[in-house]
């Protein structure tokens, strides 16, 4: 009989890949067995929980492509077009991903209240400005663009990174080609890059949406809570919970769950890579 011996470092990261995975499965396993059936028809059939449902669904795919289309000429920019003072923007882009989602959802409900402080002694373009950002706020501020105008901010930035990384992987050199034989810059671009690019598109357009369909804080700030009007997925499991229905709250948990796998298996099937728009390991 023949007995293979593992290098002892194999085995090492392998039983780390394990334990971690392994911990994922089980608190997912927790969730379903703590979950009765009388609070999942109950839920599952609640007004209030397609209303969140529907309202999740909707704003995150507006989020996810707006953010496409700021993240693919801005991604295309940080990636072709280097200039002094370029590592200023691409900190500022990182530094949407650091930042708490609550400090985000602060700084856009200051800057919407911030018109309502100026007074006449200020100059008159500052108070036009000024006036135009009171409009904008009642149009944002506890309504329902604000729950987009708050996903954008936080999923804006994840899209526009992996797109980033996606067009610095591309050989530059396949535009400089096409330009010699005709093409412009712009046309090289849809041309060559995008088609190029389309899998990264994809993985940067599912990484939006996945983050903007889990933001809690910066929607519950902007657009409040408020049940029919701006209650959306996790401010719904939020609301449950506050009032001690955690079946419920763990219904609504494992529905964002079970959506967000059927996205990540559709987005391998079909792409073969993950939310990064890397190839997956076969």
Request: hydrophobic share 60%; proline share 4%; with cysteine.
């Amino acid at each position: 009989m023949v007995r293979l011996k593992l290098p002892f470092f194999r085995i090492f990261t392998t039983s780390v890949l394990f334990a971690f995975t392994g911990a994922i499965l089980l608190f997912l396993l927790a969730d379903i067995v703590y979950v009765k059936s009388a609070p999942l028809r109950e839920v599952l059939s609640s007004p209030d929980f397609h209303s969140a449902f529907t309202l999740s669904l909707i704003t995150s795919v507006i989020t996810a492509i707006l953010s496409i289309l700021v993240a693919v000429p801005a991604a295309y920019a940080l990636s072709r077009f280097p200039f002094k003072g370029i590592i200023i923007f691409d900190v500022i882009v990182d530094f949407l991903i650091v930042m708490p989602v609550l400090v985000i959802g602060v700084s856009l409900l200051v800057f919407f209240r911030w018109g309502n402080e100026l007074n006449a002694s200020d100059s008159w373009l500052v108070r036009q400005a000024g006036a135009a950002i009171v409009f904008l706020g009642n149009i944002f501020i506890y309504n329902k663009p604000g729950i987009v105008f708050a996903q954008f901010f936080c999923s804006a930035s994840f899209a526009l990174r992996a797109l980033k990384a996606t067009f610095d992987g591309i050989d530059p050199r396949t535009e400089k080609v096409a330009m010699t034989l005709g093409c412009t810059r712009a046309g090289a671009f849809w041309r060559i890059s995008l088609p190029l690019a389309k899998h990264g598109i994809l993985a940067a357009a599912v990484l939006a949406w996945s983050r903007a369909f889990e933001i809690f804080g910066a929607v519950a700030i902007v657009a409040g809570s408020v049940r029919g009007k701006t209650e959306v997925m996790p401010t719904a499991i939020y609301l449950e919970f506050s009032i001690g229905r955690i079946e419920a709250a763990l219904v609504i948990s494992l529905v964002m769950i079970i959506e967000a796998f059927v996205i990540l298996l559709l987005l391998r099937m079909f792409s073969r890579s993950n939310v990064f728009g890397v190839r997956g390991s076969s």
